[in-house]
């Protein structure tokens, strides 16, 4: 015994066309006179993209430190997972302490690729600041309690007594010459 089945077509609306996202993005940003565009948001870095060469350079904010360097790379690796960067162009900018790379020429022409640089710079901000707030806060608490400690902290002065001998060197051995050596 076979079973038959009929699929009969449903009516359905036809499907309207999407429309284009125009996502949004707020950086901190100024323009440069010759086109560049300048993003300050990081908290470690200061991040230039040249519209004309497309060029994408990071400089450290404050010192160049191996922490400096740690930010870069991070920036520069996450752009080149999200494709955005030709990989093989990373490289040391002209300036010292910077890294530079280069974003390739979008294929179809009505992407712009400093948009997607953007997007990417701005996506890559969002997920790193929490984090560093973070370890900002921490700092900055660690340092707050080494400069004005508590008072459970911290003691005043003659608040605990002195002994007339502390520790096992005794302050009357002399140590000179050879009798560092046990030679006396």
Not at 46 to 59: C, G, L, V
Not at 80 to 103: L, N, W
Not at 177 to 183: D, E, N, Q, T, V
């Amino acid at each position: 015994m076979s079973i038959k089945i009929n699929i009969e077509p449903t009516t359905q609306a036809p499907e309207q066309p999407k429309e284009p996202q125009n996502p949004k993005i707020s950086l901190e940003v100024r323009r440069t006179l010759d086109g560049k565009i300048m993003i300050f948001d990081h908290l470690h870095l200061d991040i230039i993209i040249d519209t004309q060469q497309r060029k994408i350079t990071a400089f450290p904010k404050k010192e160049v430190s191996d922490e400096s360097y740690y930010f870069q790379d991070e920036y520069f690796d996450y752009l080149r997972t999200e494709g955005v960067i030709i990989p093989d162009s990373v490289q040391a900018g002209s300036v010292y302490g910077s890294f530079e790379a280069v974003f390739p020429k979008p294929e179809p022409e009505s992407i712009s690729g400093t948009q997607v640089v953007l997007l990417t710079t701005n996506k890559f901000i969002e997920e790193r600041s929490p984090a560093l707030e973070t370890q900002e806060f921490i700092e900055n608490e660690i340092e707050d309690l080494s400069i004005e400690p508590t008072s459970e902290d911290s003691t005043e002065l003659g608040e605990v007594p002195e002994e007339p001998t502390k520790g096992s060197i005794s302050p009357y051995r002399i140590r000179r010459y050879l009798s560092g050596y046990g030679y006396y």
